[in-house]
Every structure is written in structure tokens, then in C-alpha cells.
């Protein structure tokens, strides 16, 4: 029986696997449903993923929605560092957008406090224009 040959992927060549199956999922996936995504083109063992996942995110190329405990690809080109997130809880559709007034206010609250901020992610969870309309 011959078995396959596995060779060890550059992190460079990881990242990009994984940030185009997080591109064509098209909506929040977790590190093992990247891994079945990869499948056809590598095995990754989910340490792998998550290391991956971490330099994308601090790249920007993608998002951890807390509130999922799943991983999106940023859809913007440059934002202001602070990822707001607008999840759909009907029909899973998440959407990323930027608005500078609410993280500069949250800015505001913070330096007032003296509170150091390390990282600001806002999800909005609700429901969306679709669904709305669907409900009538």
C-alpha cells in the first residue's frame, strides 16, 4: 500500500490556502470546516489552522467573530482596525462594515477611563433587511 506523500507547506502558502476557503465559504466557518475545506489540497492539522488564522488576522485578511466562535476573510481593502459586524441570527449572512463615529466614541469612553483597549470587534446580532422582509 502506498501511502501519500506529505510535505510540509511554507507559512506563506498555509495562509493563502486557508484565507481562499475562507473566501469561498461566503460566511463564518470554523477552523476544522477550513480544514475539510482544504482537504482536496492539503492536510492541515488544526494547530496549523489556528496559527494560520492568527497571522491572517493580524494581517487583516480576516476576522474572528467572538460571538460564533468562527472565522471570516476581511472584505475591506483598509478599515480603521476595528472590525464591526452586523449577523444575520435568521439566516447566518454576516456583514462587515466600518463606522468611524461609534469606534471613536467607544475611543472616547475608553481614554476617559483610563481603560486600555487591546482589541475592539462589535457584532451586531439581529436581523437582516432579507429577513426582515420575510417576516413580514
Known amino acids: 500500500m502506498t501511502q501519500k506523500q506529505s510535505r510540509r507547506r511554507p507559512a506563506a502558502e498555509q495562509d493563502q490556502l486557508i484565507v481562499a476557503a475562507l473566501r469561498a465559504a461566503g460566511r463564518p466557518v470554523s477552523a476544522y470546516e477550513i480544514i475539510d475545506r482544504v482537504r482536496g489540497d492539503a492536510s492541515l492539522a488544526p494547530q496549523t489552522v489556528y496559527r494560520a488564522l492568527d497571522r491572517l488576522i493580524r494581517a487583516g485578511a480576516a476576522h474572528r467573530l467572538e460571538s460564533l466562535n468562527a472565522f471570516v476573510a476581511c472584505s475591506h481593502a483598509a ?35 483610563n481603560f486600555s483597549v487591546r482589541q475592539m470587534t462589535l457584532e451586531l446580532r439581529g436581523r437582516c433587511a432579507a429577513c426582515s422582509v420575510l417576516a413580514g
Not at 449577523?87 to 461609534?102: L, M, N, Q, S
Open 79 to 113: 478599515h480603521s482596525g476595528t472590525a464591526i459586524f452586523a449577523i444575520c441570527e435568521t439566516c447566518g449572512v454576516v456583514r462587515e462594515f466600518d463606522e468611524t463615529r461609534a469606534v471613536k466614541a467607544l475611543q472616547g469612553w475608553a481614554a476617559n477611563e
